[in-house]
């Protein structure tokens, strides 16, 4: 079965790029064509589906990363950075006493 894993892949099909309804369609076809047992299909199928959930998480995780990375580089106030500033301003706000007009 691992062989066929990297048939897939290295084919261009890519666990990643297919929905879980395709998954189903490319097992279902290669269980007819008989690339696969009957009795292996369920097998594959959760195989496939949980290789194409960790590498879009290992995805997801690499984009948070390097977006980070990025907003980091070009300097951009954070929430805690405005959060930090509101509640520096309404203390002085508070400590300086108000003139009358």
Do not use: C, H
């Not at 369609?25 to 194409?52: D, H, M, N, R």
């Not at 997801?60 to 951009?76: A, C, G, M, P």
Request: charged share 45%.
């Amino acid at each position: 079965m691992d062989q066929l894993l990297k048939k897939l892949v290295l084919s261009g099909i890519g666990v990643l790029a297919l929905t879980q309804e395709k998954i189903e369609e490319v097992v279902e076809e290669l269980a007819k064509k008989g690339e696969i047992a009957w009795g292996e299909k369920e097998g594959l199928l959760a195989e496939l589906i949980e290789k194409g959930k960790k590498q879009r998480e290992e995805i997801e995780r690499k984009i948070k990363k390097k977006v980070e990375e990025v907003i980091s580089q070009i300097n951009i106030a954070t929430r805690e950075d405005i959060e930090r500033l509101e509640k520096k301003i309404d203390e002085l706000k508070r400590k300086t006493p108000r003139k009358l007009s």
